[in-house]
């Protein structure tokens, strides 16, 4: 598994100076307790290391249902959802629900009646397996979800043994329900949280579903684990990228872009915004002192599209941000462009050129340009499009943000700014063990309504 990833840390440069930022003693100390949280398994991503037999039932239900269904939905939302989409879209192309590949998956991650209404025309129920991940199995979106695909399955004649919930194994609800169904239940790793999950079964079976060998991805997260585990101070990626982003985030370079140059890795963008968001966006350490606001705000664009739309901002604008490029080196197809209107200087250049080329080009110019106007840049290369290069993209993030979040002394797993806004939800759509607040928060957002000031056009 040697050579699946490249990363090009030589443009973190201090703005205007030369040399590359120097690595503290303090950020190298921080590290090695890092490292062997990894090494003794202390650190719940290394969860992701599944036994054999989790891997076996993965492997078995995912059989079953692709040989009796030719279509899963998939219900999800935040890390229950984003990794598999990621997977997918990799693996498998942004439009391979529109393909003749059976089973077709799609995946459903909102309470919007839009989508779950477009997708009551499209399926068969019938022929439509349900997959439903919630870790805590109470999150309100996809509970709706379930309910209502739910019936809609059984009034299709759906066999409840054939549902699958992935959860976490605590005493609640979701578990006392997959027991009343008698249906297929695979659970969380213990500790490891939802957006930490692509590397579990939330993330496995989809991949299984899909054809993808899930072993492959965590071929992919071991290879990251050694080299990051054993490399040497100036020679650790994860140490050297972490220690310099954060490091910018301190003089007010809070924004990390990451700009994916290839359509097969915007959805892992957006699983990216989630992880670093909600892992680093807080407002107290892990001694409980208030710190204010800190963290850096993740923006995933995609290339060459934001080119046109973002770069403007990026390379005149605020000098607040950090630049990460995510490309594929090599892609199992690739389109050469033929020669047509050879009579136009705008048009003849083209011919003989692909289009994997030409976005290589100009990726290099964006970042070239961005560097040369004094904003840092680092690159990560997959040499591949292969699924053991995304499990290590998934692992080498994942374990970059927990370090940083290290460097910044907050607990990366935890989401308190999410918990109050649920809470409200549940007191007002009139949750039992909410009730007590209803009044309260009922309060609250009449006193916000009578705050407004609205125009009408």
């Avoid at 399926?123 to 739910?150: H, M, Q, R, V, W």
């Avoid at 969380?188 to 993330?203: K, N, W």
């Avoid at 292969?386 to 290590?392: I, R, S």
Wanted: aromatic fraction near 10%; hydrophobic fraction near 40%; charged fraction near 20%.
């Amino acid at each position: 598994m040697d050579g699946l990833l490249r990363i090009d840390t030589g443009h973190l440069v201090q703005p205007g100076e030369e040399g590359l930022l120097q690595l503290s003693p303090a950020d190298i100390s921080i590290f090695r307790k890092f490292q062997d949280g990894l090494q003794e398994n202390r650190t719940p991503i290394t969860a992701s290391f599944l036994d054999e037999e989790t891997i076996a039932d993965i492997k078995s239900t995912a059989r079953k249902l692709r040989e009796k269904y030719e279509n899963i939905l998939i219900l999800g939302i935040g890390g229950s959802a984003l990794g598999t989409k990621a997977i997918l879209d990799f693996a498998k192309g942004h439009y391979h629900y529109l393909e003749k590949q059976r089973p077709r998956i799609f995946v459903l991650d909102n309470i919007d009646p839009a989508p779950a209404a477009q997708l009551e025309r499209i399926l068969d129920f019938s022929k439509t397996a349900l997959i439903y991940i919630s870790k805590s199995g109470s999150t309100p979106e996809t509970a709706a979800n379930f309910i209502y695909f739910y019936k809609k399955y059984k009034e299709a004649g759906g066999d409840d043994g054939d549902i699958v919930i992935i959860c976490d194994e605590k005493e609640n609800g979701i578990n006392r329900i997959a027991a009343e169904l008698g249906c297929y239940l695979l659970h969380f790793p213990p500790r490891l949280g939802g957006r930490y999950s692509a590397l579990s079964p939330v993330g496995f079976l989809p991949a299984e579903l899909a054809g993808i060998d899930c072993r492959d991805l965590l071929e992919g997260a071991a290879a990251v684990q050694r080299v990051v585990t054993t490399a040497a101070d100036e020679e650790n990626p994860l140490l050297v990228l972490g220690s310099s982003l954060y490091q910018y985030a301190q003089q007010g370079r809070t924004t990390h872009v990451l700009f994916n140059y290839s359509n097969l890795l915007v959805e892992f963008g957006l699983w990216f915004m989630q992880l670093w968001a909600e892992s680093l966006g807080k407002k107290e350490t892990l001694t409980g002192e208030q710190v204010g606001r800190i963290g850096a705000t993740p923006f995933s664009c995609l290339g060459a599209t934001d080119q046109h739309s973002l770069l403007q901002l990026f390379k005149e604008g605020p000098a607040d941000n950090v630049h990460g490029f995510v490309i594929i080196d090599q892609v199992p197809y690739d389109l050469k462009i033929p020669g047509a209107f050879s009579q136009e200087v705008e048009y003849a250049y083209f011919e003989g050129h692909t289009m994997q080329e030409q976005l290589h080009i100009e990726q290099l110019a964006t970042e070239v340009s961005l560097v040369n106007a004094g904003h840092p840049c680092y690159r990560i290369t997959l040499s591949e499009h292969c699924t053991p290069a995304l499990g290590a993209l998934f692992y080498f993030y994942e374990a970059l943000t927990i370090y940083v979040a290290n460097l910044y002394n907050v607990n990366p797993y935890d989401q308190p700014g999410v918990e109050e806004g649920k809470h409200q939800a549940y007191a007002l759509l009139g949750r039992e063990d909410f009730l007590s607040k209803r009044e309260d928060y009922q309060r609250m957002t009449e006193k916000y309504g009578r705050e407004s000031r609205v125009f009408v056009i």
